[in-house]
């Protein structure tokens, strides 16, 4: 079996995690130094969100340099430290690479933008305006307002940017650039990194002559999504990969609602090796809308090469437990689907202790996307500064000593040791891990599946109901969400693990 289908990952956003020197961000070191945190919950993947040297103006998600590490992080040798510690403990890593985009202050779009006859021009999308001077077309760049092009003066040409202005799309039809990316994976490969999750993977490939739709509104950069050139420049990376040992993962940011299409991007075992499926982000918490997610996702990724991932949390969406409005019954009923449905889930820092997004105040607002409330930083301590040496660089979530991971390890019926029992049942338990689905069923307001791995079976059942609910089943009562004794007798929203 494949590594990356057992493993659970689990989401690193830098700069809120863990800060070493004081300065109010999270950094390299702070994470090293939560290595054993980590192990002792059980996770065995971590991803960290950008690292590179970066302006900052979407918060690392903008790269000047994808060979090195922002000093705000630390340096690469305190990155080698973290990867030779991690392997030690038996953690892998993926970093988060950007191919769709660089910040306007890496130097190959300074020499892109310097001449329309410098040699790295094509590096970058430029077009001619109009002929009335007007923009090349009406696409709208992400968050909202403003086009995806941006007028630059000097060289009398349009730039193309799916998200800010400062985050020029690199030309991914130019096989120099394509070339250039490669090194840039093999260079963190080299130092031993695990894999990497990648940003955005579904616009790489644009069709230019797409002009002019008229659902703008459903996301932003729509009209680039998913065109067909994206595959094989998909292939390419794929095949950087497999140059290395000890398969190296890719986990692509596909961000299409439909699984049907974010299928398309595993190939033919020569393309992604596992893909985002981020419509868990949007689902309602009801028991109909997730058996038909886990219906269509079962569909579209089995059997074949496709192995499903969930997330219920990213630096990206609001959190879980403040889309389930603060009810402690769901939030554990959403980590028990997480941990038990086919596929390798997605934890992100934080939902171990069913951290809330934080209240950021008007003047504390620092991302241009509005996301600063599920990028809070993690509470260490019981009290204040939780552990940060410095006032870190967002708020902390509202009632942070009750969520800190230092009140919950002396609770034994917290979130955070719901959390570990639930890890370490799904390590140990092969059907768990690996078995088919079957039997899904949703009614009356209670979804249940079946996990089956050469004839063991294990029944997970969830209440998503507000009134009791009866299951008729025989089986060993593994977990229960909610103190629960009896197999199939769930209180409202309960969950439960059955050994069949
Ligand atoms: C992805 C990232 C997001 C970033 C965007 C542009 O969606 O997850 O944080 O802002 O790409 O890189």
Redesign the pocket.
């Known amino acids: 079996m494949t590594w990356w289908r057992d493993a659970v990952v689990y989401q690193i956003y830098p700069r809120s995690f863990r800060d070493s020197d004081g300065d109010g961000v999270g950094d390299l070191e702070g994470i090293r130094r939560e290595l054993d945190y980590l192990v002792w919950l059980g996770i065995d993947t971590l991803w960290l969100s950008p690292i590179y040297p970066s302006p900052m103006k979407?918060f690392g998600?903008d790269v000047a340099n994808y060979v090195d590490v922002d000093r705000l992080f630390g340096s690469l040798e305190q990155f080698d430290s973290l990867i030779r510690d991690a392997h030690a403990k038996g953690l892998r890593i993926l970093l988060d690479w950007?191919p769709n985009?660089s910040s306007s202050e890496h130097p190959w779009f300074l020499e892109s933008r310097s001449s329309r006859t410098n040699s790295r021009r094509d590096w970058y999308v430029w077009r001619d305006a109009r002929e009335d001077g007007s923009m090349p077309n009406n696409w709208v760049r992400a968050w909202g307002e403003g086009s995806t092009w941006t007028w630059d003066g000097a060289s009398g040409q349009y730039y193309l940017h799916c998200?800010l202005d400062s985050?020029p799309d690199l030309n991914w039809a130019n096989v120099d650039l394509r070339l250039a990316m490669h090194d840039t994976l093999r260079f963190w490969l080299d130092r031993g990194v695990d894999g990497f999750r990648m940003?955005?993977v579904h616009l790489l490939g644009k069709d230019l002559e797409v002009d002019d739709p008229d659902d703008l509104k459903v996301l932003s950069h729509v009209p680039l999504n998913d065109v067909p050139v994206t595959h094989e420049y998909l292939r390419g990376i794929r095949a950087v990969l497999d140059e290395y040992d000890n398969e190296r993962v890719s986990v692509g940011?596909v961000?299409l609602m439909d699984p049907n299409r974010v299928a398309t991007y595993y190939g033919r075992g020569d393309e992604l090796h596992l893909s985002f499926n981020f419509a868990s982000l949007y689902t309602a918490w009801s028991a109909d809308a997730w058996r038909d997610l886990i219906a269509a996702t079962e569909a579209a990724m089995n059997p074949a090469d496709a192995w499903p991932t969930w997330v219920m949390s990213n630096?990206?969406n609001v959190r879980v437990a403040t889309r389930l409005e603060d009810d402690d019954r769901r939030v554990r009923a959403a980590m028990t689907l997480l941990l038990t449905l086919r596929g390798t889930p997605f934890l992100y820092a934080g939902e171990e202790l069913g951290l809330r997004d934080a209240t950021i105040p008007p003047d504390c607002v620092v991302d241009p996307?509005g996301r600063d409330g599920c990028r809070s930083p993690l509470p260490w301590d019981l009290d204040e500064p939780h552990g940060w040496p410095a006032t870190p660089w967002l708020p902390f979530v509202e009632d942070a000593s009750r969520f800190s991971v230092q009140a919950q390890r002396g609770e034994r019926d917290s979130m955070l040791h719901f959390t570990k029992t639930l890890l370490d049942l799904r390590r140990r338990d092969d059907a768990l891990r690996r078995g088919d689905t079957e039997d899904l069923m949703a009614s009356d307001g209670v979804l249940r599946f079946i996990r089956n791995h050469e004839g063991r079976r294990v029944m997970v059942v969830v209440n998503f109901s507000d009134v009791h609910a009866e299951v008729a089943v025989k089986g060993r009562l593994l977990l229960s969400s909610a103190g629960g004794a009896r197999a199939g007798r769930l209180a409202p929203g309960e969950a439960q693990v059955i050994e069949l």
């Open positions: 979407d998600y950007v985009h998200f985050q940003d955005v940011e961000y630096h990206d996307g």
